[in-house]
C-alpha cells in the first residue's frame, strides 16, 4: 500500500467518491520535507549511517479490511504480510516491526491464535517484534452496536540498498512489464465471502474455493523475490489494489503510459473457464494478490525469468510505452474496450 | 508510553480487571529476539549501522484517549506530542514519524485543523512525517451507532546516543528522584472535561480551569530536556499513567524501593488550597503530565539543578532506596497511608 494512500479491502465503501476524499486528505498530509524520499511509493525511505531503511504503517480495521470474526491466526498473519508486501516492493529485508493493537476485549484463545500466525511469519522472515501500544476500544453504545472495531496497526521496518533502489517512478518506454505469481484468486475469494458469486452457477469446484479464500486471508509477501529484483527492476509495486490500478500508479509516478496482453495476464487455468467478465473484473481488478508487478529492462529479459522459481513463476505481460494511459490488447491483436477509469471503478464497487 | 504497556485516558474502562487483562495480552506478545533494547522503556532501540533509533507507537482512539468530537487542532498536536514524550523519556532526537489514520470521514476543516496542530508541532521538532496510511472507519451499524472510532496511530523514530541512554531499569539504591514541571493540572483537566468534579463548589478560578484543560489537551512533550539528561539520568519515564504508577514502573524494572516527600512534589500554588484527597488524587495518579520523572546520582545533583529553565523547573522530589515498595512521607515526617496498589486502582476508576 502506497503511503499515504488509501486502502481498500472487505466490506469498504470506497468508491470514486470515496477515492476524491482520500485525494483532499492526503493533500492536507503532503509536505516537502527533508526525509521525502519513497514517497508514493510502498515505504518511506530514511538514512541512517551509511544504510538506508524502508518503513510502511498499515492500519487494518475490522468491518472494513475484514469481516468481524475472521479466524484470528489468518488475521495475525495478514496484518503482518500486507506490511511485508510493502517491504517487498521495496526490495527491503525485513528487519523488525512495531504492533499497535486497539482489542474490544482480552480474549486469550484469540490473542493466542493472533499472536501465533503473526510469529509464524515474522520468524520465516527473521523480523522481530521491538514494541507497540495496546489499548481498548471504545464501550459499546446506546445503539446497541458492540465493542469495536479491532484495529491493527503494525509499522514495519526493513533495510534496503538504496543505490539498487526503484521505487515506482523509475519505468522507461520499452521496458518489459512483469507479474509474480498468479492473479485473480483472492478477488474471488473476497466476492465469495461476501456473498457476491454463486459458486454452484459458476461451477467453481470446492478445492478451487478454498483455494481462493486461502489467497484472500494468508496472502504470501514476495519479499525474496522484492530483494532479488534489486538492480534489476526499473520500477515496483505489489498488488494490493488490482493490476490495473496498481500499474497506474507506476505509470503516472513514471509519465508513461502502457500495453498490456490479456492472454499473457497469469491466471489459473480453471479462473479462465469462467465468463470474460468476471476474468477481467477479478485478474485486471482484483486486489489484495500481493504478487509484485514491476518493470525491467528489455535487455535484463533473461535475467529476470531467470529469477522464476518452481514456487514462484514471473510472467512478462506488456510493455511501457512513452504514449500515455494505459492499452489492454486481446490475444487477437484487437483492444480492449475498457480505461483504466472504468477498472478503477469497478474495482471500488458494488 | 512503554513498549506493549497498557494506555489509559478519557473514558476508559481500564481498572485492576483491566490491568490483568493486559498483562495476559501482554504476555503473548513478549517474546525473546534478537532486537529487544528498551523492552518495557518507553521506546524500541534498534541498531542501524553506527546510530541507535528509538521507535514508539501510540494509538489514540476515539472515546477511549479522547472524547468524540475533540478539537481537530489540538488532537494533531497530542496524537504527536504523546509520541515524542516517548522520545523524549528515552534521551532521543526525533527525526520523522508515520501517520495511520482511520476516519469516519474526509472533512475539509477537521483535516485542516487536524494537520495544522500536527505540522505546528512537528516543526517545532524538525520532525518530518514520511508516510502512513489513511483507511475509512466501518459503516455505521445498524443500532444507529455513527461511523468510527476515529482512530490514529503514529510510530515516531529519534536517535539516541546508546552510550548514554538510561531506560527504566538503572534506578539505584541513593539516587535522587526528580520531576519536571508541575503535576496534577492534566488529571484536573480530564475530570473537568468528564464533568466528575465541580469546580464552583471547590473554588477553582476560570484561569485556572483553563489552565487544567490545555494541560488536558495540549501536552509539551520535554524533548530538550530528556536529551540534556543523556549521560546524567540513571532512568526516566514520561508522566503518562500517574506519577506512583510511573514510578513503579522505574522501581519494578530497577529492583528498588523509593521514599516521596509530598512536600516536595511540584503542583501548582491553587492546586495546595484543594482538599488534601483531590491533591493526592491528580498530584500522585494523575496521568497526562508528559513531565519527566527520571533519576540521578545524588552527586550529579548540582548539574541535574543547573538543568532547570525558567520555564520548566525540575524537583527533587524523592530517594531511592534499596527497600522495595514505595513510601510516602508527609512534610512532618510521618508516612501517608496509602500504597501503591490503592493509587494504580483509584487512578484507573472510577
Redesign the interface.
Known amino acids: ?1 502506497a ?5 481498500r479491502g472487505p ?4 468508491g470514486v467518491a ?1 477515492l476524491d ?2 485525494s ?3 493533500r ?2 503532503d ?1 516537502p ?4 524520499q ?2 508514493g511509493d510502498d ?2 525511505l ?1 538514512d ?4 538506508t ?1 524502508a ?5 487494518l ?5 475484514f469481516l468481524p470474526g475472521a479466524d484470528p491466526r489468518l488475521l495475525g498473519h495478514k496484518a503482518l504480510a500486507v506490511n511485508l508486501s510493502d517491504l517487498a516492493a521495496a526490495g527491503a529485508r525485513p ?2 516491526f ?6 474490544p ?2 480474549d ?1 484463545s484469540w ?2 491464535a ?2 501465533r500466525g503473526l ?1 509464524a511469519l515474522a520468524a520465516e522472515h527473521d523480523c ?12 459499546a ?1 446506546a ?3 458492540q465493542r ?2 479491532l ?1 491493527i ?1 503494525i ?1 514495519a ?1 526493513g ?1 534496503v540498498a538504496v543505490a539498487t533502489y526503484c521505487g515506482r517512478a523509475g519505468a522507461r518506454p520499452g521496458d518489459d512489464i512483469w507479474v509474480s505469481g498468479c492473479l485473480g484468486e483472492a478477488a474471488l475469494g473476497l466476492a465469495m465471502r461476501r456473498g457476491e458469486i454463486d459458486c454452484d452457477a459458476m461451477e467453481i469446484a470446492p478445492s478451487h474455493r478454498d483455494a481462493c479464500l486461502l489467497r484472500m486471508d494468508r496472502p504470501t509477501p514476495r519479499v525474496a523475490l522484492g530483494r532479488a529484483l534489486a538492480g534489476c527492476a526499473t520500477a515496483c509495486i505489489d498488488v494490493s489494489d488490482g493490476l490495473v490500478g496498481d500499474l497506474g500508479h507506476i505509470l503516472a509516478r513514471s509519465g508513461v503510459g502502457a500495453e498490456l496482453r490479456w492472454a499473457d495476464i497469469p491466471r489459473p487455468g480453471w479462473i479462465q473457464n469462467l465468463d470474460i467478465a468476471t476474468q477481467h473484473r477479478t485478474v485486471l481488478a482484483g486486489g489484495d494478490d500481493y504478487e509484485l508487478l514491476f518493470c525491467a529492462r528489455a535487455a535484463d529479459r533473461t535475467r529476470v525469468a531467470a529469477l522464476a522459481a518452481p514456487e514462484l513463476a514471473v510472467s512478462r505481460i506488456g510493455t511501457i510505452e512513452s504514449a500515455p494511459g494505459l492499452r489492454l490488447r486481446n490475444g487477437d491483436g484487437t483492444l480492449l474496450k475498457t480505461t483504466l477509469q472504468a477498472y478503477d471503478h469497478f474495482a471500488s464497487g458494488p
Chains 1, 2 share one sequence.
Open positions: 500500500v503511503t499515504g494512500a488509501p486502502e466490506g469498504t465503501e470506497a470515496a476524499e482520500f483532499l486528505i492526503a492536507y498530509f509536505r520535507g527533508a526525509e521525502r519513497g514517497v515505504c518511506a530514511i541512517v549511517g551509511g544504510t531503511l518503513l510502511t504503517s498499515d492500519m480495521v475490522e468491518g472494513v479490511h528487519r523488525c512495531l504492533l499497535a493493537l486497539a482489542l476485549r482480552a486469550e490473542l493466542a493472533f499472536s510469529f522481530t517484534l521491538i514494541g507497540g501500544d495496546t489499548t481498548r476500544t471504545p464501550p453504545q445503539g446497541g452496536a469495536g472495531p484495529t496497526c509499522t521496518i533495510e
